[in-house]
């Protein structure tokens, strides 16, 4: 069984529409959506539409909570809280129904989907938080075997007994029937990298593997419908910089390096 993975849409429909076509050539069986399908991009009511009618396991992130009044608008930066309250406000009602109705956590399968963490959608999870996320998988729900998450918008697979298998980057992982597994896709709609991409992954089940995968979509396309809705263009992408970028760069050296030796 292959499933398409992808988080943090962020009402970006250029990136989620490129991602769908290359799932569709992939022939995935099922979808899951770990949250944010709106914030920062034009078209929510077209992003959450086109994830419903996937019958996608979706999830509740953050923004979508904020936007639909389930959680209130604190630790956001002006750019996101101007775009949340345009987004209230162009809702469609049969959308914003379906955002109210997403949980905060979901099942699929072996599979179970959470936003930021398992208890909390504000959360970020590191490499350094993830065993303790494991941790809470196992009580919370031990037959599963791989949790994903979203929020952070990088892509991470971390393993129960061997640790980092990818950060912040894409290439293929494989998992053992032994070992729990936690991935995040990376961002659909808002890469916070260099490179404006839109990241997602395919797990493989059977094969017991994930593709982590990005690929470039027509930003010109949301750029301009971003400067009609009266939306700063710019807040497709955030272009990392400071100590968090930096520290991001000597992580993906040090991968780079372990995985030679």
Same mark, same amino acid.
Request: aromatic letters at 4%; glycine letters at 10%; charged letters at 25%.
């Given at each position: 069984?292959?499933?398409?993975?992808?988080?943090?849409?962020?009402?970006?429909?250029?990136?989620?529409?490129?991602?769908?076509?290359?799932?569709?050539?992939? @022939?995935?069986?099922?979808?899951?959506?770990?949250?944010?399908?709106?914030?920062?991009?034009?078209?929510?009511?077209?992003?959450?539409?086109?994830?419903?009618?996937?019958?996608?396991?979706? &999830?509740?992130?953050?923004?979508?909570?904020?936007?639909?009044?389930?959680?209130?608008?604190?630790?956001?930066?002006?750019?996101? !809280?101007?775009?949340?309250? !345009?987004?209230? *406000?162009?809702?469609?009602?049969?959308?914003?129904?379906?955002?109210?109705?997403?949980? *905060?956590?979901?099942?699929?399968?072996?599979?179970? &989907?959470?936003?930021?963490?398992?208890?909390?959608?504000?959360?970020?999870?590191?490499? @350094?938080?993830?065993?303790? $996320?494991?941790?809470?998988?196992?009580?919370?729900?031990?037959?599963?075997?791989?949790?994903?998450?979203?929020?952070?918008? $990088?892509?991470?697979?971390?393993?129960?007994?061997?640790?980092?298998?990818?950060?912040?980057?894409?290439?293929? +992982?494989?998992?053992?029937?032994? @070992?729990?597994?936690? +991935?995040?896709?990376?961002?659909?709609? $808002?890469?916070?990298?260099?490179?404006?991409?839109?990241?997602?992954?395919?797990?493989?089940?059977?094969?017991?593997?994930?593709?982590?995968?990005?690929?470039?979509?027509?930003?010109?396309?949301?750029?301009?419908?971003?400067?009609?809705?009266?939306?700063?263009?710019?807040?497709?992408?955030?272009?990392?910089?400071?100590?968090?970028?930096?520290?991001?760069?000597?992580? *993906?050296?040090?991968?780079?390096?372990?995985?030679?030796?």
């Amino acid at each position: 069984m292959r499933v398409g993975i992808l988080a943090d849409v962020h009402a970006n429909l250029p990136a989620l529409a490129r991602v769908l076509d290359l799932l569709e050539g992939d @022939e995935v069986d099922a979808y899951v959506c770990a949250g944010d399908l709106v914030g920062y991009g034009p078209q929510p009511n077209e992003c959450v539409h086109t994830i419903e009618a996937l019958r996608a396991t979706c &999830v509740a992130g953050n923004h979508d909570l904020i936007a639909t009044g389930r959680l209130p608008a604190e630790r956001i930066g002006a750019p996101a !809280w101007k775009s949340l309250r !345009w987004t209230e *406000r162009v809702l469609r009602p049969g959308i914003a129904g379906f955002i109210r109705g997403l949980p *905060r956590t979901a099942q699929s399968g072996r599979l179970l &989907v959470a936003h930021g963490s398992l208890d909390d959608p504000t959360a970020d999870v590191r490499p @350094e938080d993830a065993p303790g $996320q494991l941790g809470r998988l196992q009580e919370l729900a031990p037959e599963t075997e791989v949790l994903v998450l979203g929020h952070t918008h $990088q892509p991470l697979a971390y393993g129960e007994r061997r640790g980092v298998l990818l950060d912040r980057r894409s290439g293929t +992982v494989s998992f053992s029937e032994s @070992e729990r597994l936690l +991935v995040n896709p990376g961002s659909v709609g $808002q890469s916070r990298e260099r490179r404006a991409v839109a990241r997602y992954a395919v797990l493989d089940l059977t094969e017991r593997r994930v593709e982590f995968r990005d690929t470039l979509y027509d930003r010109r396309a949301c750029r301009r419908a971003l400067r009609e809705q009266g939306l700063p263009a710019h807040s497709y992408h955030r272009s990392p910089s400071g100590p968090r970028a930096r520290l991001g760069r000597l992580r *993906r050296r040090a991968g780079s390096l372990l995985s030679r030796s």
